[in-house]
T-cell receptor, first 113, second 111 residues
Framework: DTGVSQDPRHKITKRGQNVTFRCDPI?????LYWYRQTLGQGPEFLTY????????KSRLLSDRFSAERPKGSFSTLEIQRTEQGDSAMYLC???????????FGQGTRLTVV | GQNIDQPTEMTATEGAIVQINCTYQ??????LFWYQQHAGEAPTFLSY????GLEEKGRFSSFLSRSKGYSYLLLKELQMKDSASYLC????????????FGGGTRVLVKP
């Protein structure tokens, strides 16, 4: 297993367009997180899954954001009608159990122009 | 609350020791993690504390006091490559055992 992978690594999009990011966690990991990070800040929680169940979505997240993990394996994060404020690094992480080390992917850097 | 607080920035000299403090305001605590993040890269795991006391791993040590809601990361014999952000993160039972991060402490190591 090569760890957590995210695709694409970089995305530039025009304001108002929709974007979708993919995360492939480590294969036996049941817990999957999505975070957003801007320069100089810590990762901000967006949502997380236990297997295919989405357990929580941040209250700070607008309805333009949605995430899925249909078979409890890979996950997608979609942002509809992107805004310039959505520009950030989007990080995915997975862990075997909640109390275990979470492994991060390299992130998807989104730039909305 | 679920706040995790740590200083924004610290500066230290190569070869010295730096201690990064982290406090959390919650009950139902289920573990405290420290991650290192170099600019433009993903966070990487450094340490995990769930019981009180000191965990030592080479030049890095992490301490936890659950009764005080307090942890620190100790970096010894600082090297230039240690310049990075250090993230404190907690797993909180009251929050469904999700991993929640502080704002990170940027450490600058000077020659």
């Amino acid at each position: 297993d090569t760890g957590v992978s995210q695709d694409p690594r970089h995305k530039i999009t025009k304001r108002g367009q929709n974007v979708t990011f993919r995360c492939d966690p480590i294969s036996e990991h049941n817990r999957l997180y999505w975070y957003r990070q801007t320069l100089g800040q810590g990762p901000e929680f967006l949502t997380y899954f236990q297997n295919e169940a989405q357990l929580e979505k941040s209250r700070l997240l607008s309805d333009r954001f949605s995430a899925e993990r249909p078979k409890g394996s890979f996950s997608t994060l979609e942002i509809q009608r992107t805004e310039q404020g959505d520009s950030a690094m989007y990080l995915c992480a997975s862990s075997l159990v909640p109390e275990a080390e979470a492994f991060f992917g390299q992130g998807t850097r989104l730039t909305v122009v | 609350g679920q706040n995790i607080d740590q200083p924004t920035e610290m500066t230290a000299t190569e070869g010295a020791i730096v201690q990064i403090n982290c406090t959390y305001q919650t009950s139902g605590f289920n573990g405290l993690f420290w991650y290192q993040q170099h600019a433009g890269e993903a966070p990487t795991f450094l340490s995990y504390n769930v019981l009180d006391g000191l965990e030592e791993k080479g030049r890095f040590s992490s301490f936890l006091s659950r009764s005080k809601g307090y942890s620190y990361l100790l970096l010894k014999e600082l090297q230039m490559k240690d310049s990075a952000s250090y993230l404190c993160a907690g797993v909180l039972k009251a929050a469904g055992n999700k991993l929640t991060f502080g704002g990170g402490t940027r450490v600058l190591v000077k020659p």
